[in-house]
């Protein structure tokens, strides 16, 4: 009589392979869309239920108020506080949608795809760049704007800086939806095969195309949750161009006010009796990076009005995306089409 095997008893395949729907959703996952997979979309909606979100916010409200409150008393400046409480409710919207609203895969790709794209992002800032800097250097080379900034503390600053992002992104969420509503637009069968080409949906996608009685195509309009996975995507990704523009502008602005600008011309323009030097770089006062700091901010926000109503930039910014939302949208509509086709099969 044989020995019954005593082996361990074989892990069966992962079904990834034989199963495009499961790869499909693995592909979102690596490409930044979240959101276009059911269990991940199904849990940021769940996290945005009041019965989540309220608790959130009023500890978020709590904390922000007491840190606040006890760095404007530590500090003797009145403008701490509201320039802590604006920090903490960016890191806290940031981080809830990260986690709970599961946007951590869009939020990476996003800044991946922008810092793999160096070539194009040069393109495009060096387009912006030569008119702002003459635009900019005007305003650096004026006694009124020193005057104003010198006046300022350097949380007041930062607090404009909160604002001035705030108004870029408030701007971009009116601008962005319009060009991703365009994307499905023209959605036929050419747009899918070439959408999922090198994708797991490619064989699908060549099964359904050419079935009479399927019609993936109907599946492409981008709705809820989907929609905003890629205008976060896009929103990211312009924020990403503005921030690395306005530390260019500021570093700009640092070397060339500590070459030109001596200090009896600050203190000329300052009205102050002496100025503050940085440590341990004695040719950058307080004053130079106060007034830099405000016109880099300024930067940001004409560049970021300028990237999308300006064709040029236009043109530049989402020739770096434009393909992959595209081919997103394809995919899509061809996973939704298979699951489809699933669910009307009998048991």
């Not at 395949?13 to 997979?37: C, H, I, K, M, Q």
């Not at 996003?110 to 305003?139: D, E, M, N, Q």
Request: net charge neutral; charged share 20%; proline share 5%.
């Amino acid at each position: 009589m044989s020995t019954p095997d005593r082996r361990l008893p074989r892990i069966p395949r992962r079904r990834a392979a034989s199963d495009p729907l499961e790869a499909t959703e693995r592909w979102f996952l690596a490409n930044g869309l979240s959101y276009f997979v059911p269990a991940e979309r199904a849990a940021a909606r769940a996290a945005m239920r009041p019965g989540r979100l309220v608790p959130v916010i009023g500890v978020a409200l709590l904390v922000a108020a007491a840190l606040g409150g006890l760095l404007g008393w530590v500090s003797h400046q009145v403008s701490a506080a509201p320039a802590l409480w604006l920090s903490l409710a960016v890191l806290a919207v940031v981080g809830y949608v990260s986690t709970a609203l599961r946007a951590r895969p869009i939020l990476t790709f996003a800044v991946r795809r922008t810092v793999s794209s160096v070539r194009l992002l040069a393109s495009t800032l060096t387009r912006a760049l030569p008119l702002l800097l003459v635009f900019v250097g005007f305003l650096f080379i004026n006694a009124e704007a020193w005057q104003m900034s010198a006046s300022l503390t350097f949380a007041t600053h930062w607090v404009v800086m909160l604002l001035l992002l705030g108004a870029g992104v408030v701007f971009l969420l009116v601008r962005l939806p319009e060009e991703v509503d365009e994307l499905d637009d023209a959605v036929d069968e050419e747009f899918l095969r070439r959408a999922c080409a090198g994708t797991p949906m490619e064989d699908d996608c060549a099964r359904l195309v050419d079935d009479p009685e399927a019609d993936p195509a109907s599946f492409a309009r981008v709705t809820g949750f989907e929609r905003w996975n890629l205008i976060i995507a896009l929103l990211v990704i312009q924020l990403v161009q503005v921030l690395v523009l306005v530390a260019g502008v500021f570093v700009f602005l640092l070397v060339f006010g500590s070459i030109i600008m001596n200090e009896e011309t600050q203190l000329a323009w300052t009205t102050l009796e002496t100025t503050h030097h940085v440590p341990f770089v004695r040719s950058v006062s307080a004053e130079l990076v106060k007034v830099s700091l405000f016109l880099s901010g300024f930067s940001g926000l004409y560049f970021t009005v300028s990237a999308v109503t300006d064709d040029t930039y236009r043109h530049q910014f989402f020739s770096l995306v434009v393909r992959e939302l595209e081919r997103a949208v394809g995919v899509r509509a061809v996973y939704l089409a298979l699951r489809a086709e699933r669910d009307a099969r009998p048991s």
